[in-house]
């Protein structure tokens, strides 16, 4: 059984840095792409960025790109997203998905910009 816990999440004043933390806990984590998606609220949940098993590529979405990075380290089963130059529209409950033979998501962890 695989389970994922997001943690990292916190309050930080608009252009400061968090680094978010998905453990992974269960089998074959070297196989599963991973994606960290977010949720504001009112809002759908959207899709933040992507990195594939071997962590050789990955994908942003617009809004983050060039703020956020995605990373993995597969000997620790944890997978990262270093965010960057926040802004109040980052504020969100953001959480991690793990997917191969099926999907796998966590509880989430919340973020909150603010001054």
């Known amino acids: 059984q695989v389970q994922l816990v997001e943690s990292g999440g916190g309050l930080v004043q608009p252009g400061g840095s968090l680094r978010l933390s998905c453990a992974f806990s269960?089998?074959?984590?070297?196989?599963?792409?991973m994606n960290w998606y977010r949720q504001a609220p009112g809002k759908e949940r959207e899709l933040v960025a992507t990195?594939?098993?071997?962590?050789?590529?990955?994908n942003y979405a617009d809004s983050v790109k060039g703020r956020f990075t995605i990373s993995r380290d597969n000997a620790k089963n944890t997978v990262y997203l270093q965010m960057n130059s926040l802004k109040p529209e980052d504020t969100a409950v953001y959480y991690c998905?793990?997917?191969?033979?099926?999907?796998?998501w966590g509880h989430g962890t919340q973020v909150t910009v603010s001054s």
């Open positions: 998905k793990a997917i191969w033979s099926r999907d796998y």
């Open positions: 269960g089998f074959s984590f070297s196989y599963y792409a």
């Open positions: 990195i594939t098993s071997t962590g050789r590529s990955t």
